[in-house]
């Protein structure tokens, strides 16, 4: 399969602790997205990348919010300090250059109890 | 910042009737792109819309972009139980970049 994965598709963790999630996306794919969605919501933009360079990122984002893609292949989205506001579903999705159709990964669930 | 809304928020219909999403942009796009989602799965691409006025068909559905590049419709004819799911439209603006997704329109399709 050599579509979007996203690691791991599930995420329990206790407020106050920190969490990583990973994405893979397409392999020729040079932009890659971060997307927040909870229920009955449209996905969130929370941030992209072309190739390692990161475009954009959320006014929305606090600074708990980290995001890297190091070799402009996988990516990482780290919350610090979760908060229980954080629980939802967090999107990866992957596009090829400027044109903007967007390959969306699985996601990963995060519950902060 | 880029608002993008859809109505309805829900539609409930009887297999065999038409369905129609709305979708406004508060500024003018470059491009809309149209998703849908199954419940319990991601967004899935359907099509893309670049040309002011465009009018694309996917079978039994129909999806037009307006002629301001402000709005666009998604139609679908004579719905089946397999077109349940939400739809989302999402906007890029003129400056390229990010897409903003609306908060999508939920299909329900009794038999």
């Known amino acids: 399969d050599t579509g979007v994965s996203q690691n791991p598709r599930h995420k329990i963790t206790k407020r106050g602790q920190n969490v990583t999630f990973r994405c893979d996306p397409i392999?020729?794919?040079?932009?890659l997205y971060w997307y927040r969605q909870t229920l009955g919501q449209g996905p969130e933009f929370l941030t992209y990348f072309q190739n390692e360079a990161q475009l954009e990122k959320s006014r929305l984002l606090s600074d708990r919010f980290s995001a890297e893609r190091p070799k402009g292949s996988f990516s990482t989205l780290e919350i610090q300090r979760t908060e229980q506001g954080d629980s939802a579903m967090y999107l990866c999705?992957?596009?090829?250059?400027?044109?903007?159709?967007?390959?969306f990964g699985p996601g990963t669930r995060l519950l902060v109890l | 910042g880029q608002q993008v809304m859809q109505i309805p928020q829900y539609q409930h219909v009887q297999e065999g009737e038409d369905f129609t999403t709305y979708c406004n942009s508060s500024t003018t796009l470059s491009n809309i792109q149209w998703y849908k989602q199954r419940p319990g799965g991601h967004p899935v691409f359907l099509i893309q819309l670049v040309k002011s006025g465009e009018v694309k068909k996917q079978k039994r559905l129909t999806f037009q972009f307006g002629e301001a590049k402000k709005n666009s419709s998604l139609h679908i004819t004579a719905t089946q139980t397999t077109d349940v799911g939400t739809y989302f439209c999402a906007g890029v603006g003129t400056n390229a970049g990010k897409s903003t997704f609306g908060d999508g329109t939920t299909l329900t399709v009794k038999p």
């Open positions: 392999s020729e794919h040079n932009r």
């Open positions: 999705a992957s596009s090829w250059g400027t044109v903007e159709t967007q390959y």
